[in-house]
């Protein structure tokens, strides 16, 4: 397959013909399957015990204690899921891994279950009660623990409902875990013919390589090969999506929230105004995404603009191939305001010491992602392309929740190392900042700037632009839930269409089978997540000039909100660091880097 020079191998790897450098080390978690095996039967049977505290909580010592053993727990299973999930991503297609995973969370499940008595009899404790525990000096190190339990009391069940609620568990689970099968494992495209006119195989990670192409003909028909598999097999993919939606609407209103909205913001302590001051800032913006699409029209000499077309850099014969090392390295140097122990960690781990499992092969889960560990290193899952941009911002993306988690875990006990989502965001996104910086920095000449202005836009685009239209569509499909109103393929493309004609202006052409990338989204399978990639890269550029504009005390203030875990609210960790998202401050400066940016490669080209 050529792109721009580069020739990529047609076929995939087996699994078992990866080189193991290039796969991540999993000793760290179990030496074998063998040992993973019997130490998950140890833990089955040390879970056990956990009903033996039913009725007993209120005695303190009993209670210190089960608090002691509940963490024992936790993180034995978390090591042990950990494995098993990072094995089952190798491939999709091999059972034993499948089957391994699907063991532990039946487990997990199970646990959860026989726990589900904790919260509804600590709740039932009097507010006397409640004094006495968050005055006894034996408890201390768990009061915030017991504190964020407390706040739950208007929504906890009885001891049974929540039994009830906690069985379903591997059920309520099942639309994802279909939807990753058919998505990334039982989904096949078309071949599509490269630049050179030869057939080459596309897929979800190959997509990008062809979005990418300097020739039209080559984006268009990946694009369409890609949404044609979509179509086909529309009904069966809506169908997950709505049991995933009304999985949400049933756990929010089980418990008695208004919406899943506010279950989902609550939970995280995070207020719903920050939410809406996203959406009212992005809307507020989107005269200038108008502006950019007409730009990139006109540098790229088209008559009219499709999805397409909005990936293919403006800027051409800008040769880009980097290896493995040659893109750590460059991190590392982009990295280098954070200090010399963030950036020798991250670089080790992303090398000799093997956080990382690099490269596609046949069957392995899409995209990437970091999976953090108290007790492992935080591992890291990529599809590397050494011939796209992209793939270089990934793994710094990646290597920012790695190193939060490692900083965390560092820095905190174990019930407060494992931080919200909405933080993680920030620090991968802050890391995507400073690269970027970096390159813009060091580029060598107008052309080169441009190019890099480019990339750096449409990360605001993807990032804040996309990720806001996406929130949108899940806030409308979740009203209409809550509303007891149907849910199907028509309408998620209806409604979908709208926000589409929206977010991308009157003069962009929204071909009508671009409605259906609403169906292929992970993330609309965890309720409420995607806004935080949206929040996450505003608050991240608000700390990038904090920190680079800044000197030891900022570089200080951003490393310790790393190292914060989930040791206090969200905001308040943030705040810390120089941001609050309860304002519209980092949202608004976010969208005036964006137009700043536009002018200056509209100056640079045109």
Known sequence: MTFKGQIVEPELKKRSDVAVADTWDLSQLCASDEVWRKDFDDWKLFAEKIVSYRGKLADVETLVEFLKYEEELDRKGERLGTYAFLKSTEDLADSTYQEMKSE???IANKVAEESSFVRP???GFSSEKWDELMNDERLSPWKLKLERILRFKPYSLSDKEERILASVGDVADAPSKAFRLLNDAETKFKPTKDESGNE???TLETLQLFLHSSKRSVRQEAFENLYQEYEARQNTFAALLEGSIRKDVFYAKARGFSSVLQASMFTEEIPEQVYKNLLEGVRGALPA????YELRRKLLKLDNIHFYDVYVPVVSDVKVDYTWNSAVELIGKALAPLGEEYVSTLTKGLTTDRWVDRYENLNKESGAFSCPG???PPYILTNFKSSTIESVFTLAHEGGHSMHSWYSAKNQPYRYYDYVIFLAEIASTFNEQLLARYLLKNAGDDKMRAWI??????????????QTMFSEFEFRVHELAEANQPLSASI???VYREILDQYFGPDF??????ELECLRIPHFYRGYYVYKYATGLSAAISLADRVLDGGVSERDAYLGFLKSGASAKPLEILNGAGVDMEKKDAIQAAMKRFEKLTEELDSLLS
């Open 374 to 376: 108290y007790d492992s």
């Open 121 to 123: 009899e600590l709740l």
């Open 453 to 466: 202005i480019n990339r750096e836009l449409d990360s605001i685009r993807t990032t804040i632009f996309r």
């Open 104 to 106: 532990f969370y039946l």
């Open 200 to 202: 080459a195989p596309l």
């Open 492 to 494: 998620f493309r209806r």
């Open 289 to 292: 995404l108008y502006r950019y």
């Open 509 to 514: 052409v929204v071909d009508d089978l671009l």
